[in-house]
T-cell receptor, first 113, second 114 residues
Framework: NAGVTQTPKFQVLKTGQSMTLQCAQD?????MYWYRQDPGMGLRLIYY???????DKGEVPNGYNVSRLNKREFSLRLESAAPSQTSVYFC????????????FGEGSRLTVL | GNSVTQMEGPVTLSEEAFLTINCTYT??????LFWYVQYPGEGLQLLLK?????DKGSNKGFEATYRKETTSFHLEKGSVQVSDSAVYFC?????????????FGKGTMLLVSP
């Protein structure tokens, strides 16, 4: 019972490089989210997808793109990484009863040099 | 817009001490309120929740009551353990049709010593 799986768990990039963070869920949830966590800032929403085929910007979308590949998968892409994108990234899903509860992956730690 | 304010940490306590972590919120409408916990090296997991005014959420000895008049959702535990050391996040949900987005506070680190 994997829940929400993120890959990779760790990544080091140089400024200007690109990469994609992958997220897959086996919970059959409709909504999926990408958050970033920075010291003293809590979690901030980057993008979310209410259902397959839809995506919307969150609080801090600049420098990121997303793809909702199918119901299970929601990827986050950094086209040209910047040091300000050094962070821990969390993928989450929301249950289909719209209770507001989210289920989180273990996180992906990204360092941009 | 919505916002959540929680007390800054770290909060340092001895085992069996009483814990309070304050949380206040600003929101339109009638949000649900949550406490999430993050243990070292892990993702966040739901600790407890309350969906309407005067509801009390509880789990693992932790409690929080949804107080609409003071817009607060303070987390309490009567006797903390070393294993409670973690970062605690207060959050509110902004529910739309078919999905919800959460607004988080900045987190409060709790350190419990033996």
């Amino acid at each position: 019972n994997a829940g929400v799986t993120q890959t990779p768990k760790f990544q080091v990039l140089k400024t200007g490089q690109s990469m994609t963070l992958q997220c897959a869920q086996d919970m059959n949830h409709n909504s999926m989210y990408w958050y970033r966590q920075d010291p003293g800032m809590g979690l901030r929403l980057i993008y979310y997808s209410a259902s397959e085929g839809t995506t919307d910007k969150g609080e801090v979308p600049n420098g990121y793109n997303v793809s909702r590949l199918n119901k299970r998968e929601f990827s986050l892409r950094l086209e040209s990484a910047a040091p300000s994108q050094t962070s821990v990234y969390f993928c989450a899903t929301g249950d289909n009863f719209n209770t507001g509860e989210l289920f989180f992956g273990e996180g992906s730690r990204l360092t941009v040099l | 817009g919505n916002s959540v304010t929680q007390m800054e940490g770290p909060v340092t306590l001895s085992e069996e001490a009483f814990l309070t972590i304050n949380c206040t919120y600003t929101a339109t409408g009638y949000p649900s309120l949550f406490w999430y916990v993050q243990y070292p090296g892990e993702g966040l997991q739901l600790l407890l929740k309350a969906t309407k005014a005067d509801d009390k959420g509880s789990n693992k000895g932790f409690e929080a009551t949804y107080r609409k008049e003071t817009t607060s959702f303070h987390l309490e535990k009567g006797s903390v353990q070393v294993s409670d050391s973690a970062v605690y996040f207060c959050a509110l949900s902004d529910r739309n049709s078919g999905y919800s987005t959460l607004t988080f506070g900045k987190g409060t680190m709790l350190l419990v010593s033996p």
